[in-house]
Nanobody
Framework: QVQVVESGGGLVQAGGSVRLSCATS????????MGWFRQAPGKEREFVAA????????YYADSVKGRFTISGDNARNTVYLQMNSLKPADTAVYYC????????????????WGQGTQVTVSS
């Protein structure tokens, strides 16, 4: 069993930055691929970023490329999402997810999910 816990959300002004953290436990972090997804009110949960095996290849949605950075710390079993140049359109609940195997952009490929953390970007 893998536990996933997000933290770091909050209220930020447009143009600002926020870093989300996702801590995992239960399995060796380096064997997991991690993804960040987000869900705005009334919308489907969408892919944001993913990283393979803690520190491997990374993948980004076009909407966040160049602004968001995903990274992993194997020693802390934690993955981060650094979000810069935030826009009101980035407002959503951000979810961290884990899976065995390569990172995926598809939410249905992830078995383990956190409870989510709210990020609100004011204009």
């Amino acid at each position: 069993q893998v536990q996933v816990v997000e933290s770091g959300g909050g209220l930020v002004q447009a143009g600002g930055s926020v870093r989300l953290s996702c801590a995992t436990s239960g399995r060796t972090f380096s064997s997991l691929s991690m993804g960040w997804f987000r869900q705005a009110p009334g919308k489907e949960r969408e892919f944001v970023a993913a990283i393979s095996w803690g520190a491997g290849p990374t993948y980004y949605a076009d909407s966040v490329k160049g602004r968001f950075t995903i990274s992993g710390d194997n020693a802390r079993n934690t993955v981060y999402l650094q979000m810069n140049s935030l826009k009101p359109a980035d407002t959503a609940v951000y979810y961290c997810a884990a899976r065995y195997g390569m990172a995926s952009t598809k939410k249905n490929d992830y078995r383990y999910w956190g409870q989510g953390t709210q990020v609100t970007v004011s204009s």
